[in-house]
């Protein structure tokens, strides 16, 4: 699998209109882009209890998604372009269907690793101004996915992200994400089966774990 990034984002953190402050407005970036083991350089963080290194280094969301939330929730005027739903990588042609927990790519000298879907939260709808959005990003399993950094190093937009490596085809990003955020999770073997995978991330085995205790 091969695909041409379309956008490499990054921003600062800003307050939101509840007062809550946020990174999840990026903007897309031009040139040369280093990445280190906590995602892009020039990129902040605010929320790392729940987002950052070294599982959750750099965010991916498919630019088709904007579509499907215009398609839904209308205009949304905030949805500006790539970095808008906070990712830090866009592209057009894959999904979360396509990839897998533990798939490894090159993206330029970099070479990164699939752990884990995003779990969307209500801070979205805060930034995007809309309610709803999270419930429908749940259900249809739109959830975006993060990488966790093996090698660092330089890319740029145009460059093609090269999966080198396939991970645990059985878990999906999709599966992974209905498994243990949406309403009908899955049984509790699957999860188990989940949470010990060698490449997912820590933030979702301390997720499954939760569910499971309910």
Request: charge should be neutral.
């Amino acid at each position: 699998m091969e695909i041409a990034v379309t956008a490499l984002c990054s921003g600062t953190g800003a307050s939101l209109r509840s007062g809550k402050s946020s990174g999840i407005r990026k903007l897309p970036l031009q040139g040369p882009v280093a990445i280190g083991e906590r995602g892009i350089d020039s990129d902040e963080q605010i929320d790392r209890k729940h987002h950052g290194y070294p599982a959750m280094a750099l965010h991916h969301f498919p630019h088709e998604t904007y579509a499907w939330l215009r398609h839904h929730f209308g205009a949304l005027p905030r949805l500006e372009g790539p970095g808008s739903m906070g990712e830090n990588i866009s592209t057009d042609g894959i999904s979360e269907h396509d990839l897998c927990i533990g798939d490894r790519f090159r993206l330029g000298t970099a070479v990164i690793e699939v752990t884990q879907p995003r779990q969307p939260c209500a801070t979205i709808e805060q930034h995007l101004e809309a309610k709803g959005i999270v419930k429908a990003l749940v259900a249809a399993a739109r959830s975006g996915w993060f990488y966790r950094v093996l090698e660092p190093g330089d890319t740029e937009v145009g460059v093609r992200l090269q999966r080198i490596e396939r991970g645990h085809t059985r878990w999906s990003i999709a599966r992974a994400f209905l498994a243990t955020y949406s309403s009908a999770r899955a049984p509790d073997a699957e999860l188990e089966e989940l949470a010990g995978l060698g490449r997912v991330s820590d933030r979702l085995v301390h997720d499954i774990e939760k569910r499971l205790r309910r």
